[in-house]
């Protein structure tokens, strides 16, 4: 009994021991060798075309900016493009001072119609050798003004350029119009502190024909220039400038004014010995 039973346990043993010496395909990566983990294609002696390798994002250097010199900025392209041709968009403001104009023309028959009480028959000029001058002056309030003067022909050009002189040297003046606007009445004109010239009427406190009816005779700021005669002031008014203050529109021996109306020949009634006219230019010394 015995030794019938051993010959199927040896046999059964050895066939479990020829089944225990191969490796199952499931077995744990401990038992035996070790499966390759990797994919068919990399275990190819290259790389394949189908399989590029991606390039890493790191290796790319990254774009350098400009240099600022080398590069306009838009502050110096607004600059460039506003200089010189971008108009400007401040509005401009008109100066008070618009400048110098003179004009120079005949009596013409309206003219000649207001001047019926400045010109009439039997004056020592008929009314073609006189001129009617508009002149910018330079007013007290500091700004420019446009008045007007008659004067003999012989004189025209020689006025304006006096009164652009005054102009340039800022000498003020209250007003000028022609005497005629007052009635042809001197004394109302020199009361009004009016600069005039044309006026045919007699001497001042005497007889004959005044140098004014020439048109070579010029009243300047009667006001602050007075005629002086003994106790007698005209205007009225000019009597608080009798002892010649240093203020505007005052006429002194040697000024701007006396020089300029010298250089073209008008001498100054200031520096006569009596009477005596601070207002009073004329060519004729009278």
Same mark, same amino acid.
């Given at each position: 009994?015995?030794?019938?039973?051993?010959?199927?346990?040896?046999?059964?043993?050895?066939?479990?021991?020829?089944?225990?010496?191969?490796?199952?395909?499931?077995?744990?990566?401990?038992?035996?060798?070790?499966?390759?983990?990797?994919?068919?294609?990399?275990?190819? =002696?290259?790389?394949?075309?189908? +399989? %590029? !390798?991606?390039?890493?994002? *790191?290796?790319?250097?990254? $774009? @350098? /900016?400009? =240099?600022?010199?080398?590069?306009? +900025? %838009? !502050?110096?392209?607004?600059? *460039?493009?506003?200089?010189? $041709? @971008? /108009?400007?968009?401040?509005?401009?403001?008109?100066?008070?001072?618009?400048?110098?104009?003179?004009?120079?023309?005949?009596?013409?028959?309206?003219?000649?119609?207001?001047?019926?009480?400045?010109?009439?028959?039997?004056?020592?000029?008929?009314?073609?050798?006189?001129?009617?001058?508009?002149?910018?002056?330079?007013?007290?309030?500091?700004?420019?003004?446009?008045?007007?003067?008659?004067?003999?022909?012989?004189?025209?050009?020689?006025?304006?350029?006096?009164?652009?002189?005054?102009?340039?040297?800022?000498?003020?003046?209250?007003?000028?119009?022609?005497?005629?606007?007052?009635?042809?009445?001197?004394?109302?004109?020199?009361?009004?502190?009016?600069?005039?010239?044309?006026?045919?009427?007699?001497?001042?406190?005497?007889?004959?024909?005044?140098?004014?009816?020439?048109?070579?005779?010029?009243?300047?700021?009667?006001?602050?220039?007075?005629?002086?005669?003994?106790?007698?002031?005209?205007?009225?008014?000019?009597?608080?400038?009798?002892?010649?203050?240093?203020?505007?529109?005052?006429?002194?021996?040697?000024?701007?004014?006396?020089?300029?109306?010298?250089?073209?020949?008008?001498?100054?009634?200031?520096?006569?010995?009596?009477?005596?006219?601070?207002?009073?230019?004329?060519?004729?010394?009278?």
């Amino acid at each position: 009994m015995p030794r019938r039973c051993a010959v199927p346990l040896l046999t059964g043993l050895l066939i479990v021991l020829a089944g225990c010496s191969s490796t199952p395909a499931d077995g744990p990566a401990g038992s035996g060798s070790v499966p390759d983990s990797r994919p068919p294609s990399a275990a190819l =002696s290259g790389p394949t075309s189908a +399989s %590029p !390798t991606p390039a890493s994002p *790191t290796t790319a250097a990254p $774009t @350098t /900016p400009a =240099s600022p010199a080398a590069t306009e +900025s %838009p !502050t110096s392209r607004t600059a *460039t493009a506003t200089t010189g $041709t @971008t /108009p400007s968009t401040t509005p401009s403001t008109t100066p008070t001072d618009t400048g110098f104009s003179a004009t120079v023309d005949t009596i013409d028959a309206a003219l000649a119609v207001r001047m019926g009480s400045s010109w009439h028959d039997g004056c020592p000029v008929p009314l073609a050798d006189l001129r009617h001058l508009t002149l910018t002056y330079r007013g007290f309030d500091g700004a420019d003004h446009a008045g007007e003067l008659v004067v003999a022909s012989s004189v025209a050009d020689e006025v304006v350029a006096i009164f652009r002189q005054l102009y340039q040297d800022g000498y003020p003046i209250e007003s000028m119009r022609l005497v005629d606007d007052f009635g042809g009445d001197d004394d109302a004109s020199m009361t009004a502190n009016n600069t005039s010239a044309f006026n045919c009427r007699p001497v001042t406190g005497g007889g004959g024909f005044s140098e004014h009816s020439y048109g070579t005779a010029i009243d300047v700021n009667p006001v602050q220039n007075p005629y002086l005669s003994g106790s007698t002031v005209l205007p009225a008014a000019g009597r608080a400038y009798l002892d010649r203050p240093d203020e505007p529109g005052v006429i002194h021996d040697g000024d701007a004014v006396v020089a300029a109306f010298a250089a073209y020949g008008f001498s100054w009634g200031g520096d006569w010995s009596g009477p005596i006219d601070y207002q009073h230019f004329s060519v004729t010394g009278r």
